[in-house]
């Protein structure tokens, strides 16, 4: 099983794909992590990627290709994966797909979890985060036992530069002009499937594992 996760920042794609994973026994694999991992690890290609994420610049589609292929090595890929954060581009589209066809495998499903805007800026804005031990909580759905103070380590909360309504605008706006093409892509393939990011985490899981066990 092969699942390629599609959704803005903040949609939910990420809480969905780890619970995917685990229902069919396989990784879950988020550019994210792999980036964190190679560089932790200090790995050639992390100190490449590193160079980039450090001026604030995207790491280049044959550098993440390359990464990507690289932990599709790991034993653990051997029955399928959930990607979250990759394919980003069309070209990184293409290599994947030129990738599995000369093993004569493809991709399952892509599922697009999708969310208005201005309801993603809200959630993002109700986010807080513990700096120290790096939780989250939200002001809504995932409240502190103590307002604005973290459970763990009673460190006080913070709204992140990253959550604020300016800079979550702009992320979708990048992420609308990136995806759009993806999305088009894997329509015209027929793998496509848009899902209802509004509804409850537990509602939306069920409906997306209805479609994928059918
Ligand atoms: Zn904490």
Same mark, same amino acid.
């Given at each position: *099983?092969?699942?390629?996760?599609?959704?803005?920042?903040?949609?939910g794609?990420g809480t969905q794909?780890k619970k995917?994973?685990?229902?069919?026994?396989?990784?879950?694999?988020?550019?994210?992590?792999?980036?964190? /991992?190679?560089?932790?690890?200090?790995?050639?290609?992390?100190?490449?990627?590193? /160079? $980039?994420?450090?001026?604030?610049?995207?790491?280049?589609?044959?550098?993440? *290709?390359?990464?990507? %292929?690289?932990?599709?090595?790991?034993?653990?890929?051997?029955?399928?994966?959930?990607?979250?954060?990759?394919?980003?581009?069309?070209?990184?589209?293409?290599?994947?797909?030129?990738?599995?066809?000369?093993?004569?495998?493809?991709?399952?499903?892509?599922?697009?979890?999708?969310?208005?805007?201005?309801?993603?800026?809200?959630?993002?804005?109700?986010?807080?985060?513990?700096?120290?031990?790096?939780?989250? $909580?939200? %002001?809504?759905?995932?409240?502190?036992?103590? /307002?604005?103070?973290?459970?763990?380590?009673?460190?006080?909360?913070?709204?992140?530069?990253?959550?604020?309504?300016?800079?979550?605008?702009?992320?979708?706006?990048?992420?609308?002009?990136?995806?759009?093409?993806?999305?088009?892509? $894997?329509?015209?393939?027929?793998?496509?499937?848009? *899902?209802?990011?509004?509804?409850?985490i537990?509602?939306? $899981?069920?409906? %997306? *594992?209805?479609?994928?066990?059918?």
């Open positions: *099983m092969k699942i390629i996760m599609l959704g803005a920042p903040g949609a794609k794909a995917i994973a685990q229902e069919f026994g396989i990784p879950h694999i988020s550019t994210g992590d792999i980036f964190r /991992e190679n560089i932790k690890n200090n790995t050639q290609l992390g100190i490449k990627a590193k /160079e $980039y994420i450090d001026q604030g610049l995207l790491v280049p589609d044959e550098l993440v *290709m390359d990464l990507i %292929i690289d932990r599709f090595k790991a034993n653990d890929c051997k029955d399928g994966y959930v990607l979250d954060g990759f394919p980003r581009t069309i070209y990184q589209a293409e290599a994947l797909d030129k990738k599995l066809k000369n093993k004569n495998e493809s991709i399952d499903h892509v599922i697009n979890i999708e969310v208005s805007d201005e309801l993603i800026v809200r959630r993002m804005s109700g986010r807080r985060a513990c700096l120290n031990c790096g939780r989250t $909580y939200h %002001i809504k759905t995932l409240k502190p036992k103590v /307002e604005d103070i973290c459970d763990y380590c009673n460190t006080k909360l913070v709204l992140r530069d990253d959550d604020k309504p300016e800079t979550v605008k702009k992320r979708l706006q990048v992420y609308h002009e990136q995806t759009q093409p993806l999305i088009d892509y $894997y329509n015209q393939k027929g793998l496509l499937r848009s *899902m209802d990011g509004t509804k409850d537990e509602v939306l $899981y069920k409906e %997306i *594992m209805d479609f994928l066990k059918d």
